[in-house]
């Protein structure tokens, strides 16, 4: 009995140990290319770097089994998170509302938002929407396509900072923390309050939700919340201080990606871990985390203010100019903001049959001021985005494969 108990145990602490990403192979691959990535791994720590690259390997039923690497990853180390935030918030919008089961209330129902709290924001109409009202399928598209701010405030208030952080804790992303809404200066008491909204069908109301208030708090503590040198406050005055970021957003890497896997691949976890979301909605987020902003009609994005690459950074860098490859298409959601890129992606060959899951986050913010909008996006972040997008592509082009995937899932037309 002692022997089969210990080798149980022994084998319980193999199978733990495996489920730990490689921290090796990454930084064996970059170190290839100095050319590429030589400033970045000469200041890993200047720039914040962390990267999770996931490989997937299909069994004889296409199911998708997965294979972690990462570099400087560090729940523990923190990083503001921006935009990324927008993809959960999304998810769960649309979960309250299947939720709910009331009869003709859909995320095509007209979306009317009041405003009864300092700071708060009244949206009745959305210029961008055919019919030039809101909806919740109108600010999911806007949030997917460009990451629009403005519609991820109105799914935040929907959704309200105590049901969002219980959905964190629901589905085990204990590293995360959702408390405000972004680029309005949204803080303290602000955040707790959520606005009264109204769904219409027509002209009958269908739901009313009041305003909301959160009493809670969501403390986390991690290294590196308070830094820099200075920041520049409301009136665009200097302050030299370290910035403190330990009353924002928390969305680590490895939360990122977990819930990337769970949308994107919901038939590896069990029926009542996966999101609460009908197959048109799957379809739904697919569709319009791939598409490219100038080829959606309704909102519609015309260059050269938009482009196809414009929230396409791992591979592309979110380059203007670039020259998109008909056979690759990348479902994501990006992030920018105080000098942090974060790019969460699941790439896709379907003419090589290739797809790999790819996280990551870079910083580059040479004076150290925060709020000042000096940063090195475009000559530090996006380059170094790109370069590693295609590095793990080009790798994943020569991996052999046993089963090749069949991706018609993820094949749509736009």
Known sequence: MKYFYTLFLLMAILFASAQQPDTVFLKNLLETHPELFSHILSHPAHNEVQILYTQIDRDENNIPHFTSYSYRLNANHYFYPASTVKLPTAIFAMEKLNELKIPGLTIQSVMKTDSSFAGETKMLKDSLAKNSLPSMEQ???????????????????????????????????????????????????????????????????????????????????LDNMIVGKGYMDRNDKLVMKPFDFSDKNVYTISDQQSVLKRLLFPEVYPENDRFNLTQEQYKFIYHYMSMFPTESKHPTYKQPEYFPAYCKWLFYGGDSTAVMEPHIRIFNKIGDSYGFDIDNAYIV???????????????????????????????????????LGRLIYQYELTRPKKHLPDLSKFKFRY
Do not use: W
């Open 139 to 221: 600010y999911i598209k806007e949030i997917l396509l460009v990451s629009d701010n403005f519609a991820y405030n109105r799914l935040y208030e929907f959704v309200g900072r105590a049901e969002i952080n219980d959905k964190l804790k629901k589905y085990n992303l204990n590293n995360t923390r959702i408390i405000d809404r972004l680029a309005i200066g949204d803080a303290g008491e602000g955040t707790r309050h959520t606005n009264a909204i109204d769904f219409y069908n027509g002209n009958k109301l269908v739901y009313h939700q009041p305003a909301q208030y959160d009493q809670r708090d969501y403390p986390i503590h």
């Open 349 to 387: 060959d379907f003419k090589n049959k290739v797809e790999f899951i790819i996280t990551a986050v870079v910083q580059s913010n040479d004076d150290e001021i925060y709020n000042d909008n000096k940063y090195e996006y475009k000559t530090v972040c996006l380059p170094f985005m790109k370069n």
